[in-house]
């Protein structure tokens, strides 16, 4: 296996990157990764553990103890915390902030990437997050930059979330939050990837962004569709 057989995709939050990384990976047959689960994960244990507030020593110290794993199925990626199912639990507001809260930890990321390696290590992998391109999978030979403007992006999440979102106004807000603490963090931050793809869907359709990936996806690779 070839391990450049890649595709990345980082961009902001709520930019559409793992609707677009699963409909692509099951379009072409790969596998496909959410790295966000992996923050979310290891920032649910640091909530449970009361951990939040103390400062990047700590946390750093705990990420390293946690066993993380994933599984890569069809149709989604489950996350287990050492044996214990996560996945469900995941997904709110919560620890949406608290994920990008224990990701600007340097610690906390180098405690994850060796994951990160071993899940790419067979190729045909479409893989999401903010530093997939540029650090964790400097070599792969496609990668994408999914953007969209903080108001096309919190009023995709607004409508994703139906009627317990809460206002646009504060889902702007917690977007344009997450934006600046993603991309002003000291390891790792959230940047256009070298020789990326930079895709801007604020006012394109998701049909047709998928469509322009999977073209560059045939162009690259080859790729049979399924
Ligand atoms: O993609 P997401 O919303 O599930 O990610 C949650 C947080 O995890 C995000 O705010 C930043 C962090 N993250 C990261 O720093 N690097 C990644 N590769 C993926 C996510």
């Known amino acids: 296996m070839d391990s450049t057989r890649i595709i990345t995709i980082d961009g902001p939050a709520a930019s559409g990157k793992s609707t677009l990384a699963k409909k692509l990976a099951q379009k072409i047959g790969w596998s496909f990764l959410d790295t966000g689960l992996l923050y979310r994960a290891l920032a649910f244990a640091a909530q449970r553990a009361g951990l939040l507030e103390k400062g990047p020593e700590e ?8 066993k993380i794993k994933v599984l890569l199925e069809k149709d989604r990626n489950r ?11 995941l997904r709110t507001p919560m620890i949406s902030r608290a994920a990008s809260q224990v990701s600007a930890v340097g610690q906390v990321r180098s405690s994850l990437r060796e994951l990160q390696k071993t899940l790419g290590e067979r190729g045909n992998l ?3 997050g903010r530093d997939q391109g540029s650090a ?15 108001e096309a992006r919190a009023q995709r999440r607004y409508l994703e979330l139906g009627k317990d979102s809460g206002p646009l106004s504060a889902i702007l807000q917690s977007v344009l939050e997450r934006d600046h603490q993603d991309s002003t ?4 931050p959230l940047v256009i990837p070298a020789g990326a793809v930079k895709v801007d869907s604020t006012d394109k359709s998701l049909e047709s962004v998928f469509e322009f990936m999977l073209q560059k996806a045939i ?3 080859g790729v049979i569709c399924k």
């Open 59 to 66: 946390l750093g110290r705990f990420a390293c103890q946690l």
């Open 79 to 89: 996350v287990f915390l050492d044996g214990e199912e996560l996945t469900d639990l």
């Open 126 to 128: 479409v893989t999401e």
């Open 136 to 150: 964790i999978f400097p070599k792969a030979r496609l990668k994408f930059y999914l953007t969209a403007s903080p």
């Open 185 to 188: 963090r000291a390891d790792d």
């Open 219 to 221: 162009s690259v690779f």
